[in-house]
């Protein structure tokens, strides 16, 4: 049940006739879409388009993704659809090199980004709660975008990095009140009192991230709340104590996109609410930095070599150079290579690249990195085509028998990678890890 001090602070901000048609939204069944990823283009055909976004469509109901292989192939996110808003947002600031999603478990905005940004532009996902990194590190893998630096960061700890970064995604953590139709957690957890320390830590998070963003570079500020402190004020504080300029972000009107609810405010802001667009709530603000910034140079060198041996042959690519980190060789393009360098040295990175193997004793066991890399040439490892039971039992970590050649064979399901298994005849031993299993205990239908 919703807290009064919420419904109260509605009716305030939308009039009592609005507030009563938000009220039955908000009591209807939340609305599902996905987002499609271009190396899986058969991955999810049937939808509805999302107005405002190039890859995202609606479903008519909500399937049990755990049981589709073709989800944890990464052949499509499950994102609410008013954040992908952020791909008209990102139309607006011109083509960034250097990109960093602050705040981005578990990765809809960050896989999001990664398929919109030009294939030369490196992205940043960050991450500052060790948890919530590791499910975003898993997300960015199963995406396969070569052109991503997983971090688990707080935000002060980019203070070395002054006046790098062209484009900077804030998704701050917010009251949540955009979820309430999801989450019962949000409804539970929301007070007067909660509001007000989000608001304090989101302003925190900017002004803590804004040395790091270039002059003329632009951030994308949202959340996915409903009031004013957290939304419209923050974005004053931010243009009145940091020098921003909003941008405004063209829209079509059938869209039905709010604007400012602040009394006395009405900059370009952009709001979408339950009883006027189809998704959840979410809030969001372009801004351009006008103050200056010392920039970091960053020597056009890095320690890195071309790949050697066998492992030239699995990526589709001839500019990639290896660099090893913690006992994992990766793949990065050489193009990226000195900033990658120089962000781990100053990050705690979780990935980068293509991870290509980990060495495991003596041995070099290809990393599931690679298998869902949207650079893997196909023929480079022997292939087996599993079952739906057979890809099930793979994701769930069990053993699987299949016939192909003995040693390291990729497997698939619909032509979509899914992973590795080591063959030694009898069975296949598993490599998909094992921290990513299905633990769910239904069953498809068609097993």
């Not at 009192?193 to 040395?211: G, T, Y």
């Not at 963003?213 to 959340?223: C, D, M, P, R």
């Not at 690679?370 to 099930?392: C, E, F, I, N």
Request: aromatic share 10%.
């Amino acid at each position: 049940m919703r807290a009064l001090e919420f419904d109260e602070q509605m009716r305030t901000l939308l009039g009592d006739a609005e507030w009563q048609q938000m009220q039955v939204a908000l009591d209807k069944p939340p609305v599902v879409s996905v987002r499609a990823n271009a190396k899986c283009p058969n991955a999810h055909t049937q939808g509805t388009p999302v107005p405002w976004s190039s890859l995202g469509y609606y479903l008519d109901e909500r399937p049990e993704f755990t049981l589709d292989p073709r989800f944890h192939a990464g052949g499509y996110y499950v994102q609410e659809a008013s954040s992908m808003f952020v791909e008209q947002a990102l139309r607006q600031c011109g083509n960034p090199k250097l990109v960093l999603d602050l705040c981005a478990a578990p990765g809809g905005k960050s896989t999001l980004l990664r398929s919109l940004l030009a294939d030369e532009a490196l992205l940043v996902c960050n991450e500052p709660v060790k948890a919530r990194a590791n499910v975003l590190r898993e997300n960015i893998i199963k995406w396969g975008h070569e052109g991503c630096f997983v971090s688990c960061n707080f935000p002060r700890d980019f203070s070395q990095l002054k006046g790098m970064f062209d484009l900077v995604l804030v998704d701050a953590p917010c009251s949540g009140e955009g979820m309430f139709r999801k989450e019962q957690n949000a409804i539970d957890m929301w007070s007067p009192a909660n509001v007000e320390d989000c608001s304090v830590r989101q302003r925190d998070i900017v002004e803590a991230i804004w040395p790091a963003l270039k002059e003329g570079g632009y951030l994308i500020y949202s959340t996915c709340t409903y009031n004013t402190l957290e939304d419209e004020e923050n974005v004053c504080y931010f243009c009145d104590s940091l020098g921003a300029e909003l941008v405004e972000i063209p829209v079509a009107a059938d869209w039905n996109i709010s604007g400012s609810l602040l009394r006395g405010f009405n900059g370009p802001v952009y709001r979408f609410i339950p009883h006027k667009t189809r998704g959840e709530g979410f809030f969001l603000a372009l801004m351009r930095k006008t103050s200056s910034e010392p920039l970091v140079r960053v020597k056009d060198k890095a320690t890195a070599a071309s790949i050697a041996g066998e492992w030239c042959g699995c990526l589709d690519a001839a500019d990639m150079i290896s660099i090893e980190h913690d006992h994992t060789m990766y793949a990065v393009h050489a193009a990226h290579a000195p900033l990658v360098s120089r962000l781990a040295k100053t990050l705690y990175p979780l990935h980068f690249g293509v991870a290509l193997y980990e060495n495991k004793g003596r041995k070099s066991v290809p990393h599931h990195s690679l298998a869902m890399s949207r650079l893997l040439v196909k023929d480079a490892y022997p292939t087996a085509r599993l079952s739906l039971s057979d890809a099930l039992s793979y994701l769930r970590h069990e053993a699987i028998v299949i016939d192909a050649p003995r040693g390291y064979v990729l497997v698939t399901y619909e032509g979509m990678p899914l992973g590795f298994v080591n063959n030694i005849g009898n069975r296949a031993n598993n490599l998909y890890p094992s921290e990513w299993r299905i633990r769910s205990t239904k069953r498809h239908p068609l097993e």
